[in-house]
């Protein structure tokens, strides 16, 4: 099964701000709650330690991931793959007509292993406001 999940946030910076935040590896790692640790592997690679709450995995699994397309400062696009699931994330910079920048997120989570395509269903919208939360928190980045 498929999970699929698209949010719009506008907010109330530059978007080069807005850009340098979403287009952070670590800072997009950092904003999930099953992320419990980030290693930078490469220029464009990582590896993201994540626990999933669900019965068929005991322990924390490793999500290598890589930004597959990035185009400064309006695109930026990754791939995260592990046994249990595969995740696609594209995030787009709209800079609107009232200088407000409007971020575009959309995922895709293709589950591997039973209960996971549960999880991500039931909580993709919890993690979408963990990262509007974390970009809230951001210096020069503020919601409305």
Do not use: C
Not at 84 to 92: L, M, N
């Amino acid at each position: 099964m498929t999970v699929r999940a698209t949010r719009e946030f506008l907010l109330d910076a530059e978007p080069t701000a807005v850009w340098a935040f979403i287009s952070d590896p670590e800072e997009r790692a950092g904003a999930i709650s099953v992320v419990d640790d980030f290693e930078e592997t490469g220029e464009n690679t990582a590896v993201w330690h994540v626990a999933l709450p669900i019965p068929m995995v005991s322990s924390t699994m490793q999500v290598e991931t890589e930004d597959v397309q990035i185009d400064p400062p309006e695109y930026v696009e990754f791939v995260g793959k592990s046994r249990a699931f595969r995740v696609t994330g594209e995030h787009t910079i709209e800079e609107t007509d009232n200088g407000m920048t409007r971020l575009v997120n959309q995922f895709v989570v293709d589950g591997r292993l039973p209960g996971v395509e549960t999880f991500f269903e039931r909580e993709l919208d919890g993690e979408m406001a963990n990262l509007e939360a974390a970009m809230r928190d951001e210096d020069g980045v503020e919601m409305r």
